[in-house]
């Protein structure tokens, strides 16, 4: 394997994994809210994915979901 090809590899790894987390890291986090949070204890009460995710959407932004 040439010097280049090695590159390549490394850029193409590079960017699959950055992919991973921006696209995996919101989904894990409304996991997360749903396991922890969606109990009679806490209060708290989502009705499915999508409503827990416009109320992070709501009462913490788009950075909350993102990089909390």
Do not use: W
């Not at 921006?22 to 409304?30: R, Y």
């Not at 922890?36 to 827990?52: E, F, I, M, P």
């Amino acid at each position: 394997m040439t010097e280049r090809e090695s590159y390549k590899d490394y850029v193409a790894g590079l960017l699959a994994g950055v992919a991973t987390v921006i696209i995996g890291h919101p989904f894990d986090t409304v996991k997360v809210k749903l396991q922890k949070y969606n109990t009679d204890a806490q209060g708290v009460k989502y009705r499915s994915g999508l409503h827990c995710t416009a109320r992070i959407l709501k009462t913490e932004g788009v950075c909350y979901l993102n990089f909390s």
